[in-house]
């Protein structure tokens, strides 16, 4: 089975802070995905990865940032969080075929900034 | 661009009584199509997926979906609901040669005894 999994499940941080967010897979998967869920929005993708230090905006990159400099880890990273990063953030790769195909999840970070 | 909608927010259903949940989707060409569900508090699971063949999709956990190209719907359903099965189950849509999924906004499931 394909295990992601996330650093935390709950962090608490300070408006200003430079959160960084965790996640890994297991599987050698080549895709590997961020997305923050929101009640009534579903699940929007904020930046994913192809491929070892590749990386591309998703829907909502606007204060985020990422990194990946190794296949399985790929880090989420909140520059100066504010208020409206408060979320429950989503981590998931996948094998990396270029054909629309499965997304595996992690746990998931619920966030709240004071 | 391809696009979900899943018109229902909420459904509330009694126990050992049919769920259906509805999916809309939005795209050219033959879209590959998931349902997950997440649990409180949990990920999201895989439930079942499309991508040919046989329209109508078996899943884990009972469920099965039906894939209907006139209608643009990829339609969950499950026969006898079980009390575990209270959930938000979200409805997702890739294409071919693009990473990415769209997901719907959720349907949230509550079933009374």
């Known amino acids: 089975d394909v295990k992601v999994t996330q650093s935390s499940r709950y962090l608490v941080k300070r408006t200003g802070e430079k959160v960084f967010l965790e996640c890994v897979q297991d599987?050698?998967?080549?895709?590997m995905f961020w997305y923050r869920q929101d009640p009534g929005l579903g699940l929007r993708l904020i930046y994913f990865?192809?491929?070892?230090?590749?990386?591309e905006k998703g829907d909502i990159p606007e204060g985020y940032s990422v990194s990946r400099e190794k296949k399985e880890r790929f880090s989420l990273i909140l520059e100066s969080a504010s208020t409206n990063q408060t979320s429950m953030y989503l981590c998931?790769?996948?094998?990396?075929?270029?054909?629309?195909?499965?997304?595996?999840f992690g746990p998931g970070t619920r966030l709240l900034v004071l | 661009a391809q696009s979900v909608t899943q018109p229902d927010i909420h459904i509330t259903v009694s126990e050992g009584a049919s769920l259906e949940l509805r999916c809309n989707y939005s795209?050219?060409?033959?879209?590959?199509l998931f349902w997950y569900v997440q649990s409180p508090g949990q990920g999201l699971q895989l439930l079942l997926k499309y991508f040919s063949g046989d329209t109508l999709v078996q899943g884990i956990k009972g469920f099965e979906a039906e894939f209907k190209r006139s209608q643009s719907s990829f339609n969950l359903r499950k026969p006898s609901v079980h009390w575990s099965d209270a959930a938000e189950y979200f409805c997702a849509v890739g294409a071919l040669n693009d990473y990415k999924l769209s997901f719907g906004a959720g349907t949230t499931v509550t079933v009374r005894a």
């Open positions: 599987m050698d998967h080549e895709n």
């Open positions: 795209y050219g060409a033959t879209p590959y």
């Open positions: 998931a790769s996948s094998l990396g075929l270029g054909e629309g195909e499965t997304q595996y």
């Open positions: 990865s192809y491929d070892v230090k590749m990386k």
